[in-house]
């Protein structure tokens, strides 16, 4: 079964993503593109990407939200046609699978598909779009799974982009003894197997998409994109730790007990606006031959 995550926790973390995301290497994705780009956003979940990328875009363009849960792509327009309202945007329903956005610089033409992202690179209408585009998804999969995706993105030459890959080493703050023993069960459950044909890539996705996209003839930046949580920011705070937590002790049931009271102990260190951390992130922007 492929892992999957809550509505609520993709929109509690929106607004840390979009502080982390690396500026630069999104600006140089778009100057790779067309006049007007079509991309497409693998689990794209509540659609926090495209309501970042969309204004570093700053221009028409189009949007595949792929998803194999209904319920998020339905939250993603939801979301986006509440956040355009906000700021005094119309929305539009041609149909009833497409919104478009009325974003003064060009419309944002947004549609959903579902699909199982397992066969992303053998199922998916690559030949309709010119980008492939995702956030905190690659760390989930298998090396062959990055592979076969590299192999079909060459094949049309676009542009791939990946935010938001774990690349280990959280840190906690103030420091206690266990927070080695909670990094090293956590390092361990990101890689197994995630529902994407083999052992997850976890902390070694961004250098497997590297390596996946140069051999196909791609230029590969990476910069760093970490989530910084003051300790100000309680719910986020207390979220990371339980979930640290959670999978340490999946990864490590000897230490269960220990990893449980660090998880009480950092609970309230939250509630008490005491916890602080860096979760380290790399972004990663392969460009084809041409488009260097």
């Not at 028409?60 to 319920?71: F, I, K, P, R, Y």
């Not at 980008?131 to 760390?139: E, F, G, S």
């Not at 995706?149 to 049309?156: N, P, S, V």
């Not at 774990?166 to 906690?172: H, K, L, N």
């Amino acid at each position: 079964m492929v892992e999957s995550f809550s509505g609520d926790w993709l929109s509690l973390r929106e607004p840390f993503d979009a502080r982390a995301r690396n500026l630069g290497l999104a600006e140089a994705l778009s100057a790779a593109l067309p006049a007007r780009p079509r991309l497409m956003d693998l689990g794209a979940g509540t659609g926090s990407l495209t309501r970042w990328l969309g204004h570093i875009l700053g221009r028409g363009q189009s949007w595949t939200l792929v998803d194999a849960d209904a319920e998020l792509i339905y939250r993603a327009f939801a979301t986006t046609v509440d956040r355009a309202e906000m700021v005094g945007w119309k929305t539009a329903w041609p149909d009833a699978r497409t919104l478009v956005v009325k974003a003064p610089t060009g419309p944002w033409r947004i549609e959903g598909l579902l699909a199982d992202l397992r066969e992303a690179a053998d199922q998916l209408p690559l030949e309709k779009v010119d980008a492939v585009v995702n956030t905190a998804l690659c760390d989930l999969v298998s090396a062959e799974w990055v592979e076969l995706l590299a192999a079909a993105c060459a094949a049309y030459k676009l542009p791939f982009y990946a935010a938001l890959n774990v690349s280990g080493g959280t840190r906690f703050f103030p420091a206690h003894p266990d927070d080695v023993l909670v990094r090293r069960g956590f390092a361990r459950d990101q890689a197994r197997d995630k529902g994407f044909g083999g052992q997850a890539l976890g902390e070694a996705a961004p250098h497997a998409i590297a390596r996946a996209f140069t051999r196909h003839g791609y230029t590969v930046r990476m910069a760093p994109s970490p989530w910084r949580i003051d300790r100000r920011e309680v719910a986020m705070a207390h979220e990371l730790a339980v979930g640290h937590a959670e999978a340490a002790a999946r990864a490590l049931p000897g230490a269960r007990q220990r990893i449980g009271a660090w998880a009480e102990m950092r609970s309230r260190h939250a509630e008490q606006r005491r916890l602080s951390l860096v979760v380290p992130h790399l972004d990663v922007l392969a460009l084809p031959g041409d488009q260097k």
